[in-house]
């Protein structure tokens, strides 16, 4: 699996569990729905047209 920056632009996965996968990799771990790692931005797994994708939770 190649190396993902999240806040580039968005990398489609095939499947929400290929991006949840990715995330714990990352040291993020899920909470109500909410993907949190200290001092990295919260982030949510979306499912869009093309495929799932991780995208920065707005405030």
């Given at each position: 699996?190649?190396?993902i920056?999240?806040?580039?632009?968005?990398y489609?996965?095939?499947?929400?569990?290929?991006?949840e996968?990715?995330?714990?990799?990352?040291?993020?771990h899920?909470?109500?729905?909410?993907?949190?790692?200290?001092?990295?931005?919260?982030?949510?797994?979306?499912?869009n047209?093309?495929?799932?994708?991780?995208?920065?939770?707005?405030?």
């Open positions: 699996m190649r190396a920056t999240l806040s580039s632009e968005p489609t996965f095939e499947s929400f569990f290929q991006a996968t990715y995330l714990e990799k990352q040291g993020y899920c909470e109500n729905e909410r993907w949190i790692c200290d001092g990295e931005p919260n982030v949510s797994v979306v499912a047209g093309h495929g799932v994708q991780i995208q920065p939770i707005q405030h």
